[in-house]
């Protein structure tokens, strides 16, 4: 069973940057994309990019330009660097196994981290 543990959150100022890190343990299959979601109160968990094994990248238009996703299968761990952070990208930030489109998950969720922009 694939467990994950998200890090990195905190407190920026609106155009700051932050760089979250996911390590995952148990099996993680070299199909499987290793991506980063975001949630707020009331809303629906979204996806916000998403990686392969192979490098193939997706990103949610919200973050295109701001937010590099990167991963090292080795270690199984999935980074995001958060560029030029706006209010609006305030949420709980999430990793977890699944397609690369996101539409899919295949663990459960960790506890996530929390992200806020505010000045």
């Known amino acids: 069973q694939v467990r994950l543990v998200e890090s990195g959150g905190g407190l920026v100022q609106p155009g700051g940057s932050l760089r979250l890190s996911c390590a995952a343990s148990?099996?993680?299959?070299?199909?499987?994309?290793l991506g980063w979601y975001r949630q707020t109160p009331g809303k629906v968990r979204e996806l916000v990019a998403a990686i392969t094994s192979d490098g193939t990248t997706n990103y949610a238009d919200f973050v295109k330009g701001r937010f590099t996703i990167s991963r090292d299968n080795a270690k199984k761990t999935v980074a995001l660097e958060m560029n030029d952070l706006k209010p609006e990208d305030t949420a709980r930030y999430y990793c977890n196994t699944g397609t690369l489109s996101g539409t899919t998950v295949f663990a459960s969720w960790g506890q996530g981290t929390q992200v806020t922009v505010s000045t």
């Open positions: 148990g099996k993680i299959y070299s199909e499987d994309a």
